[in-house]
């Protein structure tokens, strides 16, 4: 899980959006890079609802330009690359792939029925219990005292036999060779990959794309996440960006971020409806923008940046 | 009713969310999914409905990050949980397996002189999709692109188009939401990957090169792609609506509108002439002469002409993007593919990035007058005067996409002018106090 990706990653470019298609890469970006993006797809273990979300990930040109200029990934054209791919996929590495996905296929059904023979196995063992219980009951009421030291000996013995099945499910595969029991291994499951790569080349140098165009609000982006904070696309907030002080997962925004040129006039509606707006929702409205100094030298870049947090304190 | 539409396009698919806020507003906890991974898990891949078991309540967050190993630890389960849910692969139980081909070049008949495949998955059990009958030559649409071999399951109710052999066309959305829900199996066609024979590859399709190959693909942007698969999440069908093509118009609204605001403009006409006789331009307001009643004077005091959504105009020409591209039906409505009833929604989906500005009115003015005449009905509309205004004369929803996190919007063509508030005596809504609910829109 803490795995690190080869680098540079790829991101693909695919009609004017940039997305993470790699679980490994986006749960990278995530952790070391503290880029979030938006994942858009339907997670296939519970595809009727929109809370939890699932691959690919869409990441802001921002998150995307920021990242290329780190070095830490590229931007691929992807239709090109599969248009390309595809086409010069070699017989014998199509089917070393489709034996691959095979393989996979009947490793996840072997999974899948031994956690069926589990669950039916637990659900025994509840019966039992339950059925001990009730003997316990019945024992306890006929007479009180003997009999349950007794019962409690029996309680044990069945704790321990779920302590040894946890085990068993600890070992993985192990216990897969241990119950001879009546899993037949027939057929795979087939699989849909979530890349492509495998089974196409990851020799990009050919489809690389330049770092995207971004709007004029990146120098603050940029900022705001040279910073430390995670940042998200803010249009359902009413604002550019949501800046969290960590990971959105564990907290929650302190910041509604709007960037603003360094001579462009405000309107003061503008200022009023942000605080009053980020006041509403527990967090504070940021202006920000570029700041530009003709006596800047010109090591620390030509810009540097000037933020204002507003609150709302009308009486 | 308007409210509990609109709620449930609004908030998640939760049905308890108490809350002010939607669940989906903000990142949740993905531990939250564990237990109910787990049970899924466990019961086997079930397709019953897992959303209406029990959807995971707002998780607690932290307000700062502090140097705690406590809240180190808690973030990485977190993120451990995440990675699994969004690792758990796509499979396909080999006897449910339905498989579809890619075909790049549109819909096209089957290899001409045999076709055994077709004919022998036939011949298993009738599917729901194969509704029109045989060989009367339907039409494929043009934009599909990708073909079912076995259709089966409760989806090709509301998705597809069948052709005379058997076969069931996906448009680029359909096939996508599908592929990626982990319902369908994908193949490259084997013309692609130079395969010998016809029909599919061996090699199926990946989530990336499904996005590479159907993004993009006549006019189906990211955009509205997400806002497909969103709605299609929460149960509603969605459909294209003639407004996705930048060349086509929808006239239904036109030509439905011009039925019978034409009484009314005569009626109104009536009322001018009655009661313009003496000008206000000197003397009093209310005019001269003897006023038996107030709703007299009122009358005559509505010197400022109002915008009446019933009257009849010429038809304007909507401009993209605020031009409506998906019939929505709610999952309540009975949906028949081939004869889709009138859709619950309209949508008009809207890039934030590529439209930064709200629509001006002639804009919006064009995209209402594309939708048909909705004018509130009803015993609780009649009743309840905010429930009227809200709901207006017509209405569309624009669904608004920034970097794939859409807001819905819903507008309403209020008409204030026909809320005559004196005969009524007074205002009976729900509420007092003068202003519109923030969804609804008046102009």
């Known amino acids: ?315 | 009713m308007a409210d509990a539409d609109e709620a449930a396009i609004h908030s998640s698919s939760t049905p308890s969310t108490q809350e002010d806020t939607d669940l989906d507003d903000e990142t949740q906890d993905f531990r939250i999914l564990n237990n109910l991974t787990f049970a899924r898990i466990l019961t086997g891949t079930s397709l019953s409905d897992p959303s209406n078991a029990s959807l995971p309540r707002r998780g607690e967050k932290d307000f700062e990050p502090n140097p705690t190993l406590h809240q180190a630890d808690i973030l990485s389960a977190s993120r451990n949980a995440m990675h699994n849910a969004l690792a758990h692969p796509r499979l396909h139980f080999p006897k449910a397996r339905i498989i579809a081909v890619y075909s790049p070049d549109g819909p096209t008949p089957p290899p001409a002189p045999k076709n055994p495949e077709p004919s022998s998955q036939e011949t298993g059990s009738e599917t729901p999709a194969r509704g029109p009958k045989k060989g009367t030559g339907i039409v494929i649409h043009p934009d599909a692109c990708a073909y079912v071999i076995n259709p089966k399951g409760q989806h090709f109710k509301s998705l597809g188009q069948a052709d005379s052999w058997g076969r069931v066309w996906l448009l680029p959305e359909e096939a996508l939401y599908l592929l990626e829900r982990g319902t369908l199996d994908i193949r490259w066609p084997c013309s692609m990957t130079g395969e010998d024979g016809e029909g599919p590859s061996e090699l199926p399709m990946s989530l990336q090169a499904a996005y590479t190959c159907f993004i993009g693909r006549d006019g189906l942007t990211v955009e509205r792609f997400s806002v497909f698969s969103g709605l299609r999440r929460l149960g509603y069908v969605v459909s294209r609506a003639p407004g996705w093509y930048d060349s086509e118009e929808e006239v239904t609204g036109a030509v439905q509108a011009r039925q019978w605001p034409s009484i009314n403009g005569l009626f109104g006409k009536f009322w001018d002439w009655f009661y313009s006789s003496n000008s206000t331009a000197t003397g009093p307001v209310a005019g001269l002469g003897i006023h038996r009643s107030y709703n007299d004077i009122f009358r005559k005091l509505a010197i400022i002409p109002w915008y009446d959504p019933v009257t009849p105009k010429p038809p304007q020409r909507t401009t993209p993007p605020f031009r409506v591209v998906y019939h929505i039906y709610k999952p309540s409505t009975t949906f028949k593919k081939t004869a889709p009833p009138p859709p619950d929604f309209r949508v008009a989906v809207i890039n934030a990035q590529t439209q930064p500005t709200i629509p001006t009115l002639s804009q919006l003015g064009a995209l209402l007058e594309s939708t048909p005449l909705d004018p509130p009905r009803g015993e609780k509309m009649s009743r309840l005067l905010y429930m009227r205004l809200r709901h207006g004369y017509r209405n569309v929803v624009l669904a608004i996409v920034d970097h794939g996190v859409v807001s819905y919007l819903r507008m309403g063509d209020a008409a204030f002018g026909k809320e005559r508030i004196y005969d009524k005596g007074g205002l009976n809504g729900p509420k007092k106090g003068g202003h519109l609910h923030p969804k609804g829109n008046g102009r």
């Open chain 1, 1 to 315: 899980m803490n795995t690190t990706p080869t680098l540079p990653i790829p991101i693909s470019y695919i009609s004017g959006n940039y997305y993470i298609f790699s679980v490994d890469a986006a749960t990278y970006l995530r952790r070391e890079h503290h880029i979030c993006g938006v994942l858009i797809g339907t997670l296939p273990l519970i595809p009727q609802q929109n809370v939890f979300l699932g691959m690919p990930l869409e990441l802001m040109p921002e998150e995307a330009r920021l990242l290329v200029e780190k070095g830490v990934a590229c931007i691929v054209d992807e239709k090109k690359a599969h248009n390309d791919g595809i086409k010069s996929l070699l017989e014998e590495d199509r089917k070393r792939y489709i034996q691959d996905l095979e393989s996979q296929g009947l490793h996840a059904r072997r999974l899948q029925l031994q956690r069926q023979e589990q669950s039916r196995e637990e659900a025994l063992r509840k019966k039992e219990e339950k059925k001990a219980a009730k003997m316990k009951k019945s024992a306890e009421k006929q007479q009180q005292s003997p009999a349950a030291g007794d019962v409690a000996e029996e309680n044990s013995i069945v704790d321990f036999f779920a302590h040894n099945q946890q085990k068993e499910q600890g070992s993985g595969s192990g216990s897969s060779s241990s119950r001879p029991s009546s899993i037949m291994v027939d057929e795979p499951y087939g699989i849909t990959p979530t890349t492509s790569y495998p089974p196409l080349s990851e020799a990009f140098s050919d489809k690389l794309l330049p770092a995207p165009d971004v709007r004029s609000s990146y120098p603050l982006f940029a900022h705001l996440h040279s910073k430390g904070y995670f940042m998200s696309p803010g249009l359902r907030f009413g604002c550019q960006y949501m800046a969290y002080p960590g990971d959105p997962l564990r907290f929650h925004s302190h910041f509604l971020v709007s960037s603003v040129e360094w001579d462009e006039e405000i309107d003061l509606m503008d200022i009023v409806a942000g605080g009053r707006l980020g006041t509403g929702v527990k967090k504070g409205f940021l202006l920000g923008g570029a700041e530009r100094k003709a006596e800047v030298s010109e090591a620390e870049g030509n810009e540097s940046i000037r933020m204002f947090s507003i609150e709302w304190a009308g009486m």
